[in-house]
């Protein structure tokens, strides 16, 4: 029976590959592969949830298979099925029937139709891997194709700029919170010496407690709650989750109305077990959930449009949630859960009637508005909701602004001998850091840091770098071999194999990245990125292609580099806090400089005027 | 009251011969999840429905004292004729009547054979229609595409539940006799007016002045949203947010859009309004010189005008301020006849894919019914 549970997985996936190999106007077929999915998926939901009933309601783990194993690491596909989990499908299972019955007949005849299903598909593949996870690895696997998928449905529209601007808005909060878990996971791999199911999560715990390790313990609950607070736009997070909403209507409904919004009160169910004896834990989750509730309530009322309100009183609903999560009433979050996913679905599908409604109510029922005088302070609260508390900008200005500032006091790099002696030094450092990897001294960790922050430097340079896109790319493969070369010279003894994953990985993607750059370039020789030039419109799959590249460049499950660069890890040690920091910005910028290029390069408007162009605004 | 009713019947030239029953049918359209419902609507009552009109109307000429009136003017109703208000929801295919309650014994006996009449007209209405929806198979049993074209207008998930006025290219202003026994593919605004009651072309003034803003500006609508979907149109609806209770804008900060949605556009050629009417052109050329703000339309050619001279049966168009003659570049004997309506709506020709190109391809010529 416990192999079933890969059922969950398999039949989204294999679905998802299977509508790859129709056209965009199949719709029939596409139609079809879809509807043998979602059904399948109830099923197998219910069916498996019976089956649990049935044997008494034992939590299910289950190891799929090991991805990678050596004397410190194991790397594997490890399910798990709860009560939490079971919640989370059943719910998850027909809230993906809806929705994809929804937009078989709502999406008919848009050029992307195709793409909406494929992206549904993989994202329920993604849903069912996250809640299904058994060990964090297996949960970073789909909450990375979540992401992914995330980007691709709200640069749905991907010749306007607003989608696309509000897409990599939505990527670099994601970014945080993608690299804030393997820093959990790289921490509880340093407190427990070994990759811990969240079965075992209780055990993770008396070892912290134990080894007297509460400095390690705070930091990974830190790195929990992060993650959760930003993927559940909770406080100061909030702004990503109204600006999502630029896909169709039933994509918003889906993913920013129910499943994807609530994962970080998944996660923080997950994890529960770890952290539910840290009072401070619990204030913290509880003061993040009442600030939001209160703050998203404040701003729904006064919102002018519709999706943006619902938008808001979901994440007030889930600011509601942490803080039944904290407090430990976990039947009352899951009820609250399906409860609030399923309203804001309705709510979000049927949001286009609100004009119907409403202007029906009005004509029958007007009420002319009394003049009132409004107090200073109502006045006031009104103003500050209806700036969203000003929250988007103090993100901007205090989160993003410096990095773009120090990326363009880098400016200096830009000359073509600095990347030839960059790649130079690259090489050698990487060369003479696995061929003597005991006998140069490292200078007390002096090394390390000073390369990671030359890879650093590197990747800010480029992620505010407004000329050739071929020259960002390359600055971009150069900072992974200084990344690579810092860890080699921080471990004592490095296996090959690993260093042969990350890199293998890497440079397939960077060779991808380079071809698909190079073939943009030949159209008109300009590929600065100072502009949006929407190439997508006409080379399709050289944009497809890049986004894969653009992916492989960061370690996306896609290739070795992902078990690479989570074995990488492993070789910083749990008392380097600079190396670590450093190294966590690199991961996250690097994927955001990569993303960049794939933004300005291939989506935003087109630059050719032979065909209909949208302004910049709409 | 008087003046009303009087100006519409002659307006449509509808001034002796009453029948027993005369329906007003207004028109409306049921669609749900749509916050462009308003352009499906009346949009000469400001986007709602013209229930209300039709009923007014009926019950001014249901009057007692206002037939008094009308027959020391000329126009004699007889007692046993009776008017209707009623509506035709356009996108459901479904036909309300009011006040049928006042209608006499006989009158209702014939309202009821009338009523299974325009029920056959609604299910081959909706069978033509339906040629146009991939989610309907034409092929069916009439009373099965006509349920689905009505569950279709209530659906939540349809973002076409009408295609409304597309296609629109031509208003024919005559005798319904003039146009009786041609297809145009649902292209045309008919608008009923007889020239031998109005030999000086007094009326014809009256009718001419809501041709241009109401024909030609739905005709402009399309024109513009077709051209440029993406900026003088609203894009596609499907990220549409409602803003305030006025407009929708894409996303949460976005601009307002205006014009027409890419799914109410598709089919849509985007050609001028060609107005047609009946009468001699020196007479139609008075009627639409009577005031500046009729005659910009023609003027500056934001529509096409053509008269239809009655006697000579010959066509002159109208350009740089007259009237000229013009010879059809088409041989009749090209323009092909239609035998049985059923297989031919059933046989037409469907779009290869579903681009916007191939959406206008399945635009049918002109044909003759036999």
């Not at chain 1, 069916?47 to 594997?76: C, M, Q, R």
């Not at chain 1, 909030?238 to 918003?252: C, D, F, I, V």
């Not at chain 2, 689905?148 to 024919?172: D, K, M, Q, Y």
Request: charged share 15%.
């Amino acid at each position: 029976m416990y192999q079933l549970l890969i059922l969950f997985v398999a039949i989204p996936l294999l679905a998802f590959f299977a509508t790859l190999l129709w056209q965009n106007k199949s719709e029939k077929a596409i139609g079809k592969i879809v509807r043998f999915a979602k059904v399948s998926n109830i099923l197998i939901a219910l069916s498996f949830f019976v089956g649990w009933l049935l044997n008494e309601l034992e939590p299910i783990s289950y190891k799929v298979a090991t991805l990678y194993e050596t004397d410190h690491f194991v790397f594997a596909i490890q399910l798990y099925y709860d009560e939490v989990t079971a919640v989370f499908s059943i719910a998850g299972a027909f809230l993906f029937f809806l929705v994809a019955t929804f937009s078989k007949y709502y999406m008919h005849r848009d050029e992307g139709y195709k793409r909406f299903f494929n992206t549904i598909l993989l994202f329920a593949t993604a849903y069912n891997f996250i809640i299904l996870a058994g060990n964090f690895e297996t949960l970073f696997i789909g909450w990375e194709i979540k992401g992914i998928c995330s980007f691709i449905l709200i640069a749905f529209y991907r010749n306007r700029y607003l989608p696309v601007k509000n897409a990599f808005k939505a990527v670099s909060n994601y970014r945080i919170s993608d690299v804030a878990l393997m820093l959990a996971m790289w921490m509880m791999h340093h407190l427990t010496h070994q990759n811990i199911n969240f079965s075992q999560l209780g055990e993770a715990k008396k070892i912290a407690d134990a080894a007297n390790q509460t400095g390690m313990a705070i930091f990974i609950v830190c790195m929990i709650i992060l993650p959760a607070t930003i993927k559940s736009a909770q406080f100061p997070f909030t702004t990503w989750l109204p600006r999502a909403m630029e896909g169709p209507t039933a994509s918003s409904a889906i993913f920013y109305g129910s499943l994807s919004v609530h994962i970080g009160v998944f996660l923080l169910l997950r994890t529960h077990p770890f952290w539910e004896d840290m009072l401070w834990a619990k204030i913290v989750i509880i003061a993040i959930g009442a600030l939001t509730a209160i703050m998203a309530t404040m701003i729904a009322r006064v919102q002018p449009n519709v999706k943006t309100q619902i938008a808001y009183s979901s994440a007030a609903q889930i600011g509601l949630m942490f803080i039944e999560v904290a407090l430990g009433f976990h039947w009352l979050v899951l009820v609250h859960f399906a409860g609030n996913a399923f309203l804001r679905t309705y709510q979000l599908l049927v949001s286009p009637s609100v004009l119907n409604y409403l202007v029906h109510h009005q004509f029958f029922h007007y009420i002319k508005p009394t003049q009132k005088v409004v107090s200073k302070i109502k006045a006031s609260i009104y103003i500050l909701g209806i700036k969203e508390w000003n929250l988007d900008t103090i993100m901007f200005t205090y989160l993003w602004s410096p990095f773009k500032w120090l990326g363009r006091k880098l400016q200096f790099l830009q000359s073509t001998i600095f990347i030839a002696v960059l790649a130079v030094a690259g090489t050698a450092f990487l060369i003479l850091g696995y061929t003597n990897q005991n006998s140069i001294p490292s200078l007390d960790g002096a090394l390390p840091i000073v390369l990671i922050s030359i890879a650093l430097g590197v990747i800010l340079f480029a992620f505010s770098f407004r000329g050739s896109a071929i020259k960002a790319w390359n600055y971009l493969i150069t900072a992974h071999l200084f990344i690579m070369a810092a860890v080699l010279f921080n471990a004592h003894h490095i296996n090959l194999v690993e260093v042969i994953f990350y890199a293998s990985g890497v440079l397939l993607a960077f060779l991808l990245g380079y071809y698909c750059l190079q073939k943009i370039k030949a159209i008109d020789k300009d590929i600065s990125l100072n502009r949006f030039h929407g190439y997508v419109y006409e080379q399709n799959t050289t944009g497809f292609l890049f986004l894969i590249a653009a992916m492989g460049m960061l370690g996306f499950p896609l290739t070795a580099a992902f078990i690479g660069i989570d074995v990488l890890f492993t070789y910083v040690h749990s008392n380097q806090v600079v190396l670590i920091i450093l190294m966590a910005l690199c991961f996250i910028f690097i994927e955001l400089s990569a993303f960049r290029i794939l933004l300005r390069i291939y989506l935003g408007p087109h630059k050719k005027l032979n065909h209909p162009v949208a302004f910049r605004s709409s | 009251m008087v003046t009303r009713g009087e100006n519409f019947l002659r307006g449509i030239g509808l001034v002796k011969n009453f029948a027993p029953i005369v329906y007003f049918v207004a028109h409306g359209s049921s669609s749900a999840n749509n916050p462009h419902h308003g352009a499906h609507d009346c949009g000469a009552c400001s986007g709602r429905p013209g229930a209300t009109n039709a009923r007014v109307q009926s019950y001014i000429l249901n009057h007692k004292k206002v037939r008094e009136i009308l027959e020391t003017k000329g126009i004699v109703i007889p007692d046993t004729t009776q008017f209707i208000g009623s509506m035709h929801d356009t996108a459901a295919d479904v036909w309300g009547y009011y006040d049928e309650a006042i209608l006499t014994t006989e009158n209702a006996q014939r309202h009821l054979i009338n009523k299974q009449n325009f029920e056959t007209a609604l299910n081959l209405n909706a069978k033509e229609r339906s040629r146009r929806f991939a989610s309907i198979n034409t092929k069916q049993e009439l009373a099965q595409v006509r349920k689905a074209i009505h569950s279709r207008s209530v659906s939540l998930f349809e973002p076409r539940p009408e295609l409304g006025h597309g296609t629109n290219t031509l208003a024919i202003i005559g005798r319904r006799q003039t146009s009786k026994r041609l297809f145009l593919d649902r292209r045309a605004f008919l608008n009923s007016y007889d020239y031998t009651t109005d030999p000086d072309g007094a009326i014809l003034t009256a009718v001419m002045r809501p041709i241009g803003l109401v024909c030609g500006g739905i005709n402009l609508e399309y024109y513009f949203s077709r051209v440029d979907n993406i900026k003088m149109g609203a894009g596609t609806k499907l990220p549409h947010n409602v803003m305030g209770l006025f407009g929708v804008a894409n996303s949460s900060d976005g601009d307002l859009r205006p014009g027409l949605p890419w799914q109410m556009i598709e089919v849509h050629d985007p050609v001028r309004l060609l107005v047609i009417v009946e009468h001699q052109p020196d007479i139609v050329l008075k009627a639409i010189q009577s005031s500046p703000e009729v005659f910009e339309w023609y003027k500056n050619e934001w529509v096409h005008i053509v008269a239809l001279h009655p006697e000579e049966k010959q066509f002159y168009y109208f350009k740089n301020g007259a009237f000229t003659k013009y010879e059809p570049i088409t041989n009749a004997r090209e323009i092909k006849t239609i035998h049985n309506m059923e297989e031919f709506i059933e046989g037409a020709k469907e779009m290869e894919t579903n681009h916007i190109v191939h959406a206008t391809e399945e635009n049918l010529p002109v044909y003759l019914l036999d």
